[in-house]
């Protein structure tokens, strides 16, 4: 493709540019799918922490603050976003190092700031430069793409098995699937405890459980995946599940009555379930107990055992409000917990608290934030008195 078909060196005036390049969705897409295409013969994600996503937008607010303390307010073009950055197009160079804060749209509507740091600026052609932008901290980069609610959207392009640690609990009729799934998790410091029985299963997700693996296909004289799991969440069951389908119409079930996070299409392939699992055990916050950071002689401590009572209440309440459909009782409930559990020494219990309202504020739907709401309800469960913490 020639520069004068992008009209890369055109420089009109700033009145009716949609960005800096100057490039219309049309031609920004063309040039896109070129930069794609070169990327795509590369290993460069190897070496990537986080998968990068397409979100190709025309225009997304830029502010940069370059090396001598100059600012400005820009419209650039952005090529793909992950949790740890993003890449945007822009008509000049760019000092590395310069901070910037992006505006990101999401799609269930207003805008976010991200503060960030220029980590790399490369030439395309003529005076279009893609910038490659570190942010500050990780985001979930799911909240900002559109989905059907099918695509699987993991987070991290690659996984050190020895990083996986906790409770994995999987059911499954196939004992070739079993030594599967046992032989793929065999260099992680996971505890996989397997099963063909429903009842056995259940017995392990109520004794603790950081995700559960469901086979959709379960055979005769059992419930299948979708019925267990229905039974699962109704005893109260929070944690992440992951669905291993062969059936794409057990993926859309699941996924429309928000009873899995995630489904595996069969025959698993080993780094899929590794970047599965990781998603919610290294990137969900944590799921490992949650203990009090007050000091042992903190006043408040003397109301722990009022609050962790009340806390396994609210948590039933949470999911009995998912059942009804209940957006302010939930709501509710979010503010009850963000402003009790900072007092008891659990800022992240409130936070995932804050990150289950802010879903329903953007959202609008109990539905829409169930999996957020879940996540509350995991994290509800996953928290301690201080005395278990030193055993």
């Known amino acids: 493709m020639s520069i004068r078909r992008y009209n890369a060196n055109a420089i009109p005036s700033k009145a009716g540019r949609p960005n800096t390049v100057n490039l219309e ?122 989905t059907d609610g099918q695509s699987n959207r993991f987070s991290l392009e690659r996984v050190d098995p020895d990083r996986l640690q906790g409770t994995v609990v999987h059911i499954d009729d196939s004992p070739m699937d079993r030594r599967l799934v046992q032989h793929y998790l065999r260099g992680t410091q996971l505890r996989l405890r397997q099963t063909d029985d429903a009842d056995e299963a259940l017995r392990w997700l109520n004794e603790g459980c950081d995700l559960a693996l469901v086979d959709a296909d379960l055979g005769p004289g059992r419930p299948d995946g979708i019925a267990f799991l229905k039974r699962a969440r109704a005893g109260g069951f929070s944690s992440p599940t992951v669905l291993l389908a062969a059936d794409i119409d057990a993926s859309r079930a699941a996924s429309n009555e928000s009873l899995a996070e995630a489904t595996l299409s069969k025959p698993l392939a080993q780094d899929v379930l590794l970047r599965a699992i990781a998603e919610y055990l290294l990137l969900g916050g944590g799921a490992g107990p949650m203990y009090p950071s007050l000091p042992r002689d903190h006043p408040n401590l003397a109301l722990l055992d009022g609050f962790l009572g009340d806390l396994k209440t609210t948590a039933g309440a949470l999911q009995a409000a998912i059942e009804q459909n209940d957006f302010s009782r939930v709501r509710s409930l979010c503010s009850s917990i963000m402003g009790t559990a900072p007092a008891m020494g659990y800022a992240g219990l409130a936070a995932s608290a804050e990150q289950a309202a802010l879903a329903l504020t953007k959202t609008g739907s109990v539905r829409e934030a169930q999996p957020m709401i879940r996540s509350l309800i995991a994290a509800c469960d996953r928290v301690r008195p201080p005395q278990q913490h030193a055993a």
Not at 31 to 46: F, I, P, T, V
């Open 25 to 146: 969705q049309r031609a920004l897409e063309e040039l896109l799918d070129e930069l794609d295409e070169r990327s795509g013969a590369s290993d460069a994600s190897k070496r990537r922490d986080f998968v990068r996503w397409p979100f190709r937008q025309t225009s997304i607010r830029m502010h940069i603050t370059q090396a001598r303390g100059m600012s400005s307010d820009l419209e650039v073009a952005c090529r793909n976003l992950s949790c740890g950055g993003a890449s945007v197009l822009h008509s000049s160079y760019v000092h590395l190092g310069s901070k910037v804060r992006l505006v990101l749209p999401n799609p269930a509507g207003g805008t976010n700031s991200i503060e960030g740091t220029v980590c790399r600026c490369q030439h395309v052609r003529g005076v279009i430069h893609e910038i490659g932008i570190k942010f500050a901290k990780r985001i979930e980069a799911r909240d900002y793409l559109r």
